[in-house]
C-alpha cells in the first residue's frame, strides 16, 4: 500500500509503488569555437553579407558576431582546430566565451600558458 500526498488530500493506492522522479541530464556546454566557425564560414559564402544578416541568420547580437570573429582572428590556429573538434564537457566548460574573449586579448606568451593550464 502506498500513500500519493497531494496538496489538499493524499490518496492511498494498493500495487506497485510510483515511478521515481527522472533524472535531469546536465545539458553540454556551448562549443563557441564551433559557433564562431559556422558565423565565419556564412560571411565568407557571400561577401555581400554582413554582421546584421549573420545576427538574424544565427539569433544572436552584432557585438557577439564581432566577439567570435575576435575569437577566430587571435587565438592560435591549433587551439581552434581542437576546440572545433572538442566534445569534452570539462574542456568546453574551461574554455567558456568570456575566457577565450580574455585570451584573445593576451599575447601569443600568456596565450599559450593559459592553454595549457
Known amino acids: 500500500m502506498y500513500r500519493y500526498k497531494q496538496k489538499h488530500a493524499s490518496r492511498i493506492a494498493l500495487g506497485d509503488p510510483p ?3 527522472p533524472v535531469k541530464e546536465i545539458p553540454m556546454p556551448k562549443n563557441i569555437v564551433a559557433e564562431a566557425l559556422k558565423v565565419r564560414d556564412f560571411l565568407a559564402a557571400d561577401p555581400k553579407l554582413g554582421y546584421r544578416h549573420a545576427a538574424i541568420e544565427f539569433g544572436i547580437t552584432k557585438a557577439r558576431i564581432s566577439q567570435l570573429l575576435k575569437i577566430l582572428k587571435a587565438l592560435p590556429p591549433e587551439f581552434i582546430a581542437y576546440m572545433a573538434k572538442c566534445q569534452e564537457r570539462e ?3 574551461e574554455f567558456s566565451g568570456k575566457k577565450m574573449l580574455k585570451m584573445a586579448k593576451m599575447d601569443a606568451q600568456t596565450q599559450q600558458a593559459a592553454i595549457a593550464q
Do not use: T
Request: aromatic share 0%; glycine share 16%; net charge positive.
Open 91 to 93: 574542456k568546453l566548460k
Open 19 to 21: 515511478p521515481g522522479k
